[in-house]
């Protein structure tokens, strides 16, 4: 099985296993870097944080969550993941759900100027 990664402008994600109802990704974000503020529809997500501190906006509530901590974003949510230090910041994502492709993303503001669900 030939997993998938994507260099992204906040930094990259890889996938580390995937199965039925599911994906497994290492997600690495920049200093002062910051994924889309997204919804999806076909799947949940729960966050442990590797390394660094993630300051997560779940459905317009501010998380932090430290190393050895994690978050749960609920299917459907508006949620985004901001690296606001100055080391690197890695998660380890959960998905679960009916579909876990990249084009499961409904982007509600971006800072790169993407619309669309892959890029």
Known sequence: MSLDWEERPWGSWHVIDQGDGYKVKRIHVAAGQRLSYQTHEHRSEH???IAG???????GETLVAEAGHSIDVALGAAHRITNAHDDELVIIEVQRGAYTGEDDIC???DDYGRSDATR
């Open 107 to 109: 982007r509600l503001e």
């Open 53 to 59: 501190t993630a300051t997560c906006v779940v459905e």
């Open 47 to 49: 966050w442990v944080v």
